[in-house]
């Protein structure tokens, strides 16, 4: 019923751009908290970073001073602005979202996020 659509990858070379985005539906309210994931072959999934449905962000140190989360409530979608992308930036990003409360919001904890896209392929060439 949650469906989670994202969109905007593609290849770029080390130092481009690009801007990931994912439009949520089937809910009646925007999610409380949203997620950019990503997973590189053989490694496991990493947080890259969050937004809650007021404006506060959290990023993994790896992408911090590059990147910038941010959502339109009314569109119900989230986007992620990747700036001075890295090879090691290569992978599959997922977008995440949860749509009820948590007592603690740890953030990036994968396990907090029950609603997930299929995920969209960045590829940073050297």
């Known amino acids: 019923q949650v469906q989670l659509v994202e969109s905007g990858g593609g290849s770029v070379q080390s130092g481009g751009s690009l801007r990931l985005s994912c439009a949520a539906s089937g809910y009646t309210s925007s999610p409380l908290y949203m997620a950019w994931f990503r997973q590189a072959p053989g490694l496991e999934r990493e947080g890259v970073a969050a937004?809650?449905?007021?404006?506060?962000?959290a990023y993994a140190d790896s992408v911090k001073g590059r990147f910038t989360i941010s959502r339109e409530n009314a569109k119900n979608t989230l986007y992620l602005q990747m700036n001075s992308l890295k090879a090691e930036d290569t992978a599959i990003y997922y977008c995440?979202?949860?749509?009820?409360?948590?007592?603690?919001?740890?953030?990036?904890?994968?396990?907090?996020?029950?609603?997930w896209g299929q995920g969209t392929q960045v590829n940073v060439s050297s």
């Open positions: 995440a979202a949860r749509y009820t409360r948590l007592l603690v919001w740890w953030t990036l904890r994968s396990d907090d996020y029950v609603s």
């Open positions: 937004i809650n449905r007021y404006g506060d962000t």
